[in-house]
T-cell receptor
């Protein structure tokens, strides 16, 4: 399967611990996005990269959150000092932007975080 | 990006057409209408998009009114596997942000 893959699929942690999620986009895609989704709500945009450059960050992305895409391929999303409010599904998506046209987003299955 | 309004939930009988409405009265000339769906415990999946002409692909049809203030996603022969939350999103295709802004969508339940 050559879709977007995310790891781990599930993570349970205690409040105050750090967690890291990894996303491997579709190989030829140059854009990578992170979204967060809580129960009953639509996904909320967090940040996106074009190649290795982080071009936009949402105000939802507090100082405890950091995302990287060091070589323009896979990306990591780290949450430091987790809080119970961080419990959510973290979704990664990728797309291919050529010229002025941005293709549709392909989402992974998400990483579900539970903070106890 | 323009705001959209969708019903919270809808039901449809298996084998019948499912027609999901979306209002986007503040849409501007360069904004497209996109539809995604999210099956329980999976990531969202692209379905279709259009600007002003009706569009059809292997998954669905998109009907956009002439004034572009509303649209309807049509699943011609709904199956149980079409049970999902359907999101109608309006955005400029060339927007520099390229983000999608999701609302709460419509929970479609296909009944046997």
């Amino acid at each position: 399967d050559t879709g977007v893959s995310q790891d781990p699929r599930h993570k349970i942690t205690k409040r105050g611990q750090n967690v890291t999620f990894r996303c491997d986009p579709i190989s030829e895609h140059n854009r990578l996005y992170w979204y967060r989704q809580t129960l009953g709500q639509g996904p909320e945009f967090l940040t996106y990269f074009q190649n290795e450059a982080q071009l936009e960050k949402s105000r939802l992305l507090s100082d405890r959150f950091s995302a990287e895409r060091p070589k323009g391929s896979f990306s990591t999303l780290e949450i430091q000092r987790t809080e119970q409010g961080d419990s959510a599904m973290y979704l990664c998506a990728s797309s291919f932007r050529q010229g002025k046209n941005t293709g549709e987003l392909f989402f992974g299955e998400g990483s579900r975080l539970t903070v106890l | 990006d323009a705001k959209t309004t969708q019903p919270t939930s809808m039901d449809c009988a298996e084998g019948r057409a499912a027609n999901l409405p979306c209002n986007h009265s503040t849409i501007s000339g360069n904004e497209y209408v996109y539809w995604y769906r999210q099956i329980h415990s999976q990531g969202p999946q692209y379905i279709i998009h259009g600007l002003k002409n009706n569009e059809t692909n292997e998954m669905a049809s998109l009907i956009i009114t002439e004034d572009r203030k509303s649209s309807t996603l049509i699943l011609p022969h709904a199956t149980l596997r079409d049970t999902a939350v359907y999101y109608c999103i309006v955005r400029a295709k060339e927007t520099s942000g390229s983000r999608l802004t999701f609302g709460e969508g419509t929970q479609l339940t296909v009944n046997p």
